[in-house]
């Protein structure tokens, strides 16, 4: 059974950076795809990135994009979410997500393993 375990999430204050984890068991790890989502409260879940199997592709939200960075290491069978200049607006649940496809229209699968979440809040 596919497992995914996010970690490292917690409270920080605008501008501070933040690195999160998701940790992937029971498949074969290096063959596919792995997507970071977020939910705000009372918002709906949104894309934030996804990488590819080997870590040649990535995708981010425009959102995002020049402050996340997605990498992987095959090794541990973990994805990272490297989170720079927070904001306010970053705030919420960040889950992982396995499937089998690119993520390249930002959008899960119904067949998509996730992970529980782990809370990543941004205040003063």
């Known amino acids: 059974q596919v497992q995914l375990k996010e970690s490292g999430g917690g409270l920080v204050q605008p501008g501070d950076s933040l690195r999160v984890s998701c940790a992937v068991s029971?498949?074969?790890?290096?063959?596919?795809?792995v997507a970071w989502f977020r939910q705000a409260p009372g918002k709906e879940r949104e894309f934030v990135a996804a990488i590819s199997w080997n870590g040649g592709t990535t995708y981010y939200t425009q959102a995002v994009k020049g402050r996340f960075t997605i990498s992987r290491n095959n090794v541990k069978s973990t994805v990272y979410l490297q989170m720079n200049s927070l904001t306010a607006e970053d705030t919420a649940d960040y889950y992982c997500?396995?499937?089998?496809?690119?993520?390249?229209?930002?959008?899960?699968?119904?067949?998509?393993?996730w992970g529980q979440g782990t809370r990543v809040t941004v205040s003063s």
């Open positions: 029971g498949r074969t790890f290096d063959s596919y795809s």
């Open positions: 997500a396995t499937g089998a496809h690119y993520y390249s229209d930002h959008e899960a699968k119904e067949d998509d393993y």
